[in-house]
């Protein structure tokens, strides 16, 4: 049962595939376009909820924008709806949390998963943000500030070095310390997202072991009896449009599938859809039940 070896997975090295690790290349993607017609179909639906009746009658329904990728660590394989997209460059957002988190842990900035971040006193729109938060729940939760107070800590210099040495997106952490990643100049695509998550699991990453291992718990998403999912979500604001991301990996008895989702989001109650689209993908190629 997947449930049991959450723990173990954490504490050995990864065993799924034989294959030594090496990151994706382009005649490694294959392109099916048939996904589009779920982004279409959520699309649209999202649409239909939001808007009256009379008003969408009198608009042409608009077609969802997005990729999902999907890679076969087993196969070595992947698959895209959209390889144009696929390489296209965008803000990170709150995937920025993975390699925040790798580096506030490897400089000593995070103790571990435990260390208590006290609230700040300030009331934010999002209730659980104004409470005193771990790794643990900043992470689940996309706790902004206090990973902004980690930006601040680390200082632009260690940031800019250990982005580079993590090779993440086009490395450019122009813009203000504790937000670029949210209006700045760094962009990261689909296929680079994948490629830095590999590296992650396979503990590839210019980090600490302990580090790497610690970030995996706190990306812990889902799990039953089937598989384990590992993720962090994105909302670029700053973006326009807007942008949404899934980003992680599932686990399986046998295999593990690494996924990169990214959509043009026209009002935060789409958001869900990053989920809702990716699983259905998921479903349709027979990644989980």
Known sequence: ???????????????????????????????????????????????????????LQANQPQKSQGVVLLWNENKQQGFTNNLKRANQGFLPASTFKIPNSLIALD?????????????????????????????????????????????RQIGEARMSKMIASYDYGNEDISGHLDSFWLDGAIRISATEQIDFLRRLYHHKIHASERSQRIVKQAMLTEANGDYIIRAKTG????????????????????????????????????LSLRQIITKEIFKLEHVIP
């Open 1 to 55: 049962m997947r449930w049991l070896v959450i723990s173990a997975v954490l504490l050995i090295s990864p065993i799924f595939g034989a294959t030594a690790f090496a990151s994706t290349t382009a005649k490694a993607w294959q392109e099916t376009r048939s996904w589009d017609a779920i982004f279409t179909q959520y699309a649209i639906e999202s649409q239909q909820a939001r808007l009256p009746a009379a008003k």
């Open 107 to 151: 400089l000593g900035i995070v103790k571990d998963e435990h260390q208590i971040f006290k609230w700040d006193g300030k009331t934010r729109d999002i209730d659980y943000w104004n409470r005193d938060q771990t790794l643990i729940t900043a992470m689940k939760y996309s706790v902004v500030p206090v990973y902004q107070e980690f930006a």
């Open 235 to 270: 909302y670029a604001v700053g973006a326009k449009p807007s942008i949404g991301w899934w980003v992680g990996w599932v686990e399986l008895d046998d295999n593990v599938w690494f996924f990169a989702m990214n959509m043009d989001i026209q009002a935060a109650d789409s």
